[in-house]
Nanobody, 123 residues
Protein backbone atom coordinates (compact mmCIF):
# COMPACT_ATOMS: atom_id res chain seq x y z
CA UNK A 1 0.00 0.00 0.00
CA UNK A 2 2.83 2.41 0.83
CA UNK A 3 5.76 2.55 -1.57
CA UNK A 4 8.82 4.68 -0.87
CA UNK A 5 11.36 5.85 -3.39
CA UNK A 6 14.17 8.36 -3.69
CA UNK A 7 16.87 6.93 -1.45
CA UNK A 8 20.48 6.69 -2.49
CA UNK A 9 24.11 7.41 -1.73
CA UNK A 10 25.05 11.06 -1.31
CA UNK A 11 27.78 13.15 0.28
CA UNK A 12 27.45 15.20 3.41
CA UNK A 13 25.71 18.48 2.66
CA UNK A 14 23.77 17.10 -0.29
CA UNK A 15 20.00 16.86 -0.61
CA UNK A 16 17.55 14.07 -1.35
CA UNK A 17 13.78 13.94 -1.73
CA UNK A 18 11.96 10.83 -0.65
CA UNK A 19 8.49 10.03 -1.94
CA UNK A 20 5.77 7.86 -0.44
CA UNK A 21 2.95 6.79 -2.70
CA UNK A 22 -0.16 5.67 -0.84
CA UNK A 23 -1.80 3.57 -3.51
CA UNK A 24 -4.09 1.54 -1.28
CA UNK A 25 -7.83 1.84 -0.81
CA UNK A 26 -7.51 3.28 2.69
CA UNK A 27 -7.04 7.02 3.00
CA UNK A 28 -4.92 7.88 6.01
CA UNK A 29 -5.13 11.38 7.41
CA UNK A 30 -1.82 11.16 9.28
CA UNK A 31 1.34 10.08 7.53
CA UNK A 32 4.89 10.18 8.67
CA UNK A 33 8.48 9.19 8.12
CA UNK A 34 10.62 7.08 10.40
CA UNK A 35 14.17 5.84 10.04
CA UNK A 36 16.22 2.98 11.35
CA UNK A 37 20.00 2.92 11.39
CA UNK A 38 21.91 -0.36 11.71
CA UNK A 39 21.79 -1.66 15.25
CA UNK A 40 19.39 1.05 16.39
CA UNK A 41 15.68 1.30 17.05
CA UNK A 42 13.31 2.82 14.56
CA UNK A 43 12.93 6.53 15.28
CA UNK A 44 10.47 9.24 14.36
CA UNK A 45 11.54 11.76 11.74
CA UNK A 46 8.49 13.81 10.71
CA UNK A 47 4.73 13.61 10.28
CA UNK A 48 1.80 15.65 9.09
CA UNK A 49 -1.96 15.49 9.18
CA UNK A 50 -4.34 16.03 6.28
CA UNK A 51 -6.64 17.67 8.82
CA UNK A 52 -4.41 20.71 9.09
CA UNK A 53 -1.98 22.01 11.64
CA UNK A 54 1.76 22.25 11.45
CA UNK A 55 3.95 19.29 10.65
CA UNK A 56 5.94 17.76 13.48
CA UNK A 57 9.67 17.08 13.28
CA UNK A 58 12.27 15.31 15.36
CA UNK A 59 14.75 17.71 16.91
CA UNK A 60 17.58 16.10 14.96
CA UNK A 61 16.10 17.04 11.58
CA UNK A 62 14.15 20.24 12.28
CA UNK A 63 15.32 23.01 9.99
CA UNK A 64 16.91 20.58 7.53
CA UNK A 65 14.04 18.26 6.55
CA UNK A 66 10.63 19.24 5.22
CA UNK A 67 7.61 16.96 5.00
CA UNK A 68 4.90 17.84 2.53
CA UNK A 69 1.96 16.27 0.74
CA UNK A 70 0.38 16.26 -2.67
CA UNK A 71 -3.29 15.61 -2.13
CA UNK A 72 -4.15 14.84 -5.74
CA UNK A 73 -1.66 11.99 -5.79
CA UNK A 74 -2.09 10.95 -2.16
CA UNK A 75 1.67 11.23 -1.90
CA UNK A 76 3.90 12.40 0.92
CA UNK A 77 7.40 13.75 0.43
CA UNK A 78 10.41 14.21 2.67
CA UNK A 79 12.83 16.84 1.41
CA UNK A 80 16.16 16.32 3.12
CA UNK A 81 18.70 19.13 2.90
CA UNK A 82 22.07 19.48 4.56
CA UNK A 83 22.39 15.73 4.99
CA UNK A 84 24.82 14.44 7.58
CA UNK A 85 26.47 11.02 7.97
CA UNK A 86 24.28 10.43 11.03
CA UNK A 87 21.22 10.62 8.77
CA UNK A 88 22.28 7.32 7.23
CA UNK A 89 19.42 4.85 7.72
CA UNK A 90 16.59 3.04 6.06
CA UNK A 91 13.68 5.46 5.84
CA UNK A 92 10.14 4.18 6.19
CA UNK A 93 6.87 5.81 5.30
CA UNK A 94 4.00 5.08 7.68
CA UNK A 95 0.31 5.86 7.95
CA UNK A 96 -2.07 5.90 10.91
CA UNK A 97 -5.56 4.36 10.76
CA UNK A 98 -7.90 6.34 8.54
CA UNK A 99 -10.10 7.71 11.33
CA UNK A 100 -7.16 9.15 13.29
CA UNK A 101 -6.22 12.80 12.85
CA UNK A 102 -3.64 13.21 15.60
CA UNK A 103 0.05 13.05 14.81
CA UNK A 104 2.07 10.52 16.79
CA UNK A 105 5.79 9.96 17.23
CA UNK A 106 5.62 6.32 18.29
CA UNK A 107 6.02 3.65 15.59
CA UNK A 108 3.38 1.47 17.21
CA UNK A 109 0.76 4.15 16.53
CA UNK A 110 1.08 3.64 12.79
CA UNK A 111 -0.79 0.81 11.12
CA UNK A 112 0.61 0.82 7.59
CA UNK A 113 4.25 0.72 6.58
CA UNK A 114 6.27 0.82 3.41
CA UNK A 115 9.21 -1.44 2.67
CA UNK A 116 11.77 1.31 3.27
CA UNK A 117 14.30 3.12 1.14
CA UNK A 118 17.97 3.29 2.06
CA UNK A 119 19.77 6.59 2.49
CA UNK A 120 23.54 6.61 2.87
CA UNK A 121 25.42 9.82 3.56
CA UNK A 122 29.18 9.71 3.21
CA UNK A 123 31.48 12.14 4.99
Amino acid sequence: QLVESGGGLVQAGDSLRLSCDNSGDTFSRVMGWFRQAPGKQREFVAALSWSGGSPVYADSVRGRFTISRENAKNTVYLQMDGLKPEDTAVYFCAARPSAVTVIARVPGSYRYWGQGTKVTVSS
